[in-house]
Structure formats: C-alpha cells, structure tokens
C-alpha cells in the first residue's frame, strides 16, 4: 500500500472518529441541556409589566405608575407594514426557518474565524431574541448560545410564528422606560400603531438594536441612518416600493416625547394611593397594570388646588419680596437661549416657573424662561406693583406666574409641565414661592369619601404630605368637640356659663391664667354665643366641669387618638397636635348627625382584564334612620344646634 493511500486512510478514520465524537458530544449536550430548558407553553399566558393607572372618581387619568411604558397589543392589531419594517432588520427569513437560521449562523461562525471581533452581528432570529429575552440572561458564551438555539427550535414547535412575533414586539425595550412597540409608538409620535407612517415604522424597527444610544430623541442622526438602512431593507426584500422608499427617507425625523395625559393633577393623592396600593397588593401592584379608580372629584380637587394657592400667595404678598432664589453669574454676551438653559433642572412649582434675569433698566425687566423665551415685567406684571428695576439684577433666577386664558385650559399651569405651555394666550407675573404652608381636606361626611385633598402648595417642591403627616395644634377649631362632650354631660346651647378670668395652679406649681383673644371678658353667656364668639375662658372652664378625662374619652369617638389628646385643660384652647385630615374626619360626625366614619378614596381597583379585584363598601350615614326604623324630622333643631328627639313635640 502506498504511502499516500495510508495517510488518505489515517485522515478519513480521523475525520470520522472525530465526527463520531463529536456526535457523541453534541448528544451529551443535549440530552444535558434540553431536560433543564423551561417550559416554552408558559409563554402563552405571561403577563408583561404593565404601569398602573389611578384614575378620578369620574374616570380621568390622574397618576400613572410603573418603571415600564407598556401597552401591550395583540398581532391583529400590529399594521402589516410594521411587522415587514421588523422582520426586515431582524429576521429576513422569519417565516421560513424553525427557530435557526443555519444560514445566518454559518455567516456568524464564518466571520468569528476570519476577523478578530469575538461578537458578530446576524446569528439570532427573531424566536431566539424571545427565548432569551423571556427565559436567559445576558452571558455571551457557546453554552448560553446552545441554550438559546434549542430553546428557540422548541418555541417553533409549540407556538405559531405569529405568537412569537407577538411576543418579541411587547417585550423589547425600545428606550426612555418604553417597552414593547405600543407604548413606543405612543411615546415617540404620539400615535396608535394603525395611524403610524412609513418613516415611523421605520425609525421604530431600528431602535431595539440600540435602545438608548440610537433612539430619536437621544441620537437622531443615528436613527435616521438606521431607518433609511431599515427602508432600503423593505424596498430590497419587497415589502415596499422604490417610490415609497424614496418619499420615507425624505420626511425629516420629527420624533418628540409624549407622555400620559395627565388629565387631574393631584400628584399628594396620587402618591397616597400608590402607597395604599402597595400596602394591599405588594410591589407588583406597580407591574400589573391595575386601574385604581379613586374618589376624588376632578372639579373640587382643582378649586381646592387654585384655592390653596392663591390664598398662600396673597398671604405671602404682604410679608414682603424674598423671590431670588439663587444668582447665576451670566457672560457679558450671554444671550436668552443660553441663559435660559441654566434652568433645565429646576422644576416648575405649581403654576411659578423658573426664569432668569437677563436685562433689567429703570421700571422694566427682561426675564429668559427656559425654552429661551424673553418675558417683560414692567410695573403693571411685577411683584405688588412694585419697579423690577429695585427688586432684581441680572442673573437673579425668580418665578413668574403663568396663567393659561383659553377657554378649555384650566387657570392654573400643571407643576413640572414642560414647555411649551398648553395653547392659548399665557400671561405672566413676577412672582416668588411662598414661604409659608398649607393643607386643605374635603371629604363626603356620609361615608368618609375623600373628594379632594391637598398636602401643600407644591409637590415638586415638597414630597411631604402635610393633610395626612402633619401634626400641628388646631386652636379654636378644636373647641366644638369640647363642646360636643360638655353636651353629652347635659349642657345644652342654652346653657349658660361665665366668661371671667380664672386661675389654675399647676402640679409644677406655676400659676396658669388663660386669657381671650380679645383681652375682654363678656360675663354670663350662653354656649351658642360663647362657641360663635370662640370664647377661651368659657372653653376653659366647661373643660374644668366636666373633666379632662371624660372629655378625653368622649372626643376620642371622634377618631381622634387619645394619646394625641393633652391630658390636661389646655386642651380646651386646641393644644393637641392633629393631623388636618383627622380633624376634617372629627367635623364630619358633626355633619352626619353622630356617625364616625373612616377616610378612603380607593373606590375600585381592577386588573388589567377589567377584572373587579376590590370594590370599598364604606358603612354610610342615614340621617333619616332611627333604631325604630321611624324617621325623625329636623324639629329638633334650633339654630342650627341639634337638641336632640326628646326635645321635638310627640307626634300626632
């Protein structure tokens, strides 16, 4: 045998020994691998991470939640020439292979062994980018590689393309928090996905391949390159004509962020029911796209906003100018543009948003707000009237209060809004952040239903939730539920008892002598004149007769804490540190006619099936119900005091 035909004979016994062994290895593998892979029919029924929604008692949007945009949709509602623009850039031949693309992988293992890149673009189909979108991590190995590709060929065999196409375009993340293309397209232009042009669907199929450095809105020259690569794509493959293709490259990019609607902003309640919510359901409430329709009426909660504000506003007005909020030290040349990008990280507050000075001269002011905008005050817009030219210099950052007059805009300008402002003609005026605070609480004194509530004058200022964490001394507000238990001890509104001076000596030994506001005393009086005179001595001394524990017991009915409540007789004066929510829960028994009610505004949460997973059933006032089951008229009430059944003639 010759020396040639031995050596033909060793390379064909090594070339099949290690194609045997290599069989060998490829079935370990696999019999290794594929009883670890996960069960692809779990893929059926996921449920995606989607925000939840809280809405007004009336259905308006108020707050959304969530660290994903997502809106999933179904494949029938995804436009034919969306999914080419897709299968285009990702998986040309997506309905044709069985998960793998034995061509693409050649063409990957191709350029592994003939150039240095240890990653190469073009192995992965459209199913393994959802196999390891839904079921591996990101580890780039051989191993993780297998892992994907047997997935993959699995997925094909129990799911329709379709549902895997499906699949792929809920999930990817396509940059700034949107995942899936229904939240992008919403997002990006604003649109459903049927109202989507050529160009759009273009733009979208090229962002998941550079999520965050190759969106429109960070890097647009980027996207555009990616489009129009995406649109030659679609005119090569057929999916779309070379007219069209020419015309889509043509539209400039135009994308723009558009986020929710915020219909009712009431950013305190909003975050009380993401808290609440939360509290009931766990972290996931946040992923599970629950609607929480609250109780909170849209036109009240704006009156109670507009009603907060401008009374902290006039209120701070004649405390004087404090408005410079800080100083920013401009170039010589520096223009309006510029400066008014010194104020991108400062959030509006209310309806003040920031500006800086940039000219100022006797009786007038230019003011640059962050869009570049140039905004005049003069005496007639400026802070109480007064010359801009005493109260600012250039570099100042202030606030200029601006009012929407259209005839569908709502007077006050949403905090944080971005600008441009909403149409319509803006006036502005020179203005400052108030100093002081304030809450304000309404509720439904029937059954607790809070109808609006606001915690302070700015949550983009401050998070604090002044309405439901703030404890501060009611004072004479106070005074009719001492009132109420001298009452229940039989005084009645014409009970008279002595507005005088009195003295108390204290366990300490010091001398207490409570005084009345107005330094006079008005002698005998009767309850009703000393309550609408909020008279402190009388407070004092009903407090004194009827006794600091008794009273104490009986005003905790109210919903009050008695370890909140002094033990004390200062008590009487309003001393106790109360939150204004528990007050306004306390004044509700007075409207009612006696019943104590709990606080809510979660009315309905459901999922995101419109399933009813909670519906408050809140015990409810009947002011026309008796233990009988008779009714009582109003007789008994005389000047507004209720004296109760017994004091009503018998019926005939």
């Known amino acids: 045998m010759s020396r040639i035909r031995r050596l033909l004979r060793w390379a064909l016994v090594a070339l099949v020994g290690a194609a045997v062994l290599g069989a060998i290895a490829l079935g370990t593998l696999y019999y290794v691998i594929v009883p670890k892979l996960p069960d692809v029919e779990t893929l059926r029924t996921v449920e995606l ?95 993780r590689k297998l892992r994907e590709m047997l997935l993959a060929m699995r997925m094909e065999r129990e799911l329709s393309k379709d549902e895997i196409l499906e699949l792929y375009l809920n999930k990817s993340f396509f940059g700034h928090r949107n995942y899936g293309v229904g939240a992008a397209a919403q997002f990006y232009y604003g649109k459903p996905l049927a109202e989507l042009d050529l160009d759009e669907m273009a733009s979208l199929a090229g962002i998941p391949k550079f999520p965050s450095s190759g969106n429109p809105l960070s890097n647009p020259e980027r996207a555009r390159e990616r489009r129009d690569y995406i649109l030659q794509r679609m005119g090569d493959l057929g999916f779309a004509t070379a007219t069209e293709v020419a015309a889509a490259k043509a539209v400039p990019m135009h994308a723009a962020p558009h986020e929710p609607p915020i219909e009712v902003y009431a950013p305190y309640i909003a975050e009380m029911v993401r808290q609440e919510m939360v509290a009931r359901f766990g972290a996931e409430a946040l992923t599970q796209g629950y609607k929480v329709t609250t109780t909170i009426d849209p036109n009240l909660q704006a009156a109670a906003d507009k009603a907060l504000r401008d009374g902290l506003l006039t209120y701070d007005v004649r405390h004087g100018w404090h408005g410079v909020e800080q100083h920013f030290e401009l170039a010589p040349g520096e223009d309006a543009a510029t400066a008014g990008k010194r104020l991108a990280d400062i959030p509006a507050q209310a309806n003040l948003l920031p500006a800086v000075v940039v000219a100022v001269e006797s009786g007038r002011a230019e003011l640059a707000l962050s869009d570049g905008r140039v905004v005049e005050v003069t005496k007639k817009n400026s802070f109480a009237s007064r010359d801009p030219a005493t109260l600012l210099k250039r570099g100042d950052q202030v606030r200029l209060r601006a009012t929407v007059e259209a005839p569908e805009a709502t007077a006050e300008v949403p905090e944080g809004e971005a600008l441009p402002l909403p149409p319509g003609k803006t006036s502005y005026a020179l203005s400052q952040l108030p100093r002081a605070q304030a809450a304000l609480v309404s509720l439904d004194p029937s059954n607790g239903a809070l109808r609006a509530l606001s915690g302070g004058f700015s949550f983009a200022g401050n998070e604090f939730n002044r309405a439901t964490q703030a404890r501060r001394q009611p004072g004479s507000s106070f005074k009719p539920f001492i009132y109420a238990a001298a009452m229940e001890r039989g ?17 300490n030994g010091k001398v207490w002598r409570p005084q009345n506001s107005t330094g006079n005393f008005a002698g005998p009086m009767r309850l009703r004149e000393a309550l609408v005179q909020s008279r402190n001595l009388v407070s004092v001394r009903l407090l004194d007769a009827i006794g600091v524990d008794f009273a104490r017991d009986y005003i905790g009915k109210f919903g009050f804490e008695k370890d909140q409540l002094p033990p004390n007789l200062s008590m009487s004066l309003g001393t106790a540190s109360l939150t204004p929510l528990s007050v306004a829960r306390g004044y509700a028994v007075f409207a009612n006619g006696g019943f104590r009610v709990d606080p809510w505004f979660i009315d309905t949460v459901r999922d995101r099936n419109d399933a009813v997973l909670f519906q408050e059933n809140p015990p409810t006032a009947c002011l026309s119900c008796s233990v009988s089951g008779r009714t009582s008229a109003a007789r008994h009430l005389v000047d507004g005091f209720n004296l109760g059944p017994a004091a009503a003639p018998a019926p005939t």
């Not at 150039?115 to 580890?139: C, H, M, N, W, Y």
């Not at 509104?493 to 366990?507: C, G, H, M, W, Y």
């Open 491 to 507: 005084y009645n509104p014409a009970s008279i008892v002595l507005d005088a001076p009195v003295v108390f000596k204290q366990r």
């Open 49 to 143: 991470q989607e925000p939840m929604y809280v809405y007004t008692r009336d259905g308006r949007l108020m707050a959304q939640f969530g660290e994903m945009r997502r809106s999933p949709v179904t494949i029938a509602e995804v436009p034919k020439r969306l999914k080419d623009a897709f299968i285009a850039t990702e998986d040309a031949r997506f309905y044709e292979h069985h998960g793998v693309d034995y061509k693409g992988v050649a063409r990957a293992v191709w350029l592994l062994a003939t150039t240095d890149d240890k990653r190469v673009p073009g192995g992965s189909t459209i199913t393994q980018q959802v196999a390891r979108q839904f079921f591996l991590d990101s580890e780039y190995s051989y191993m």
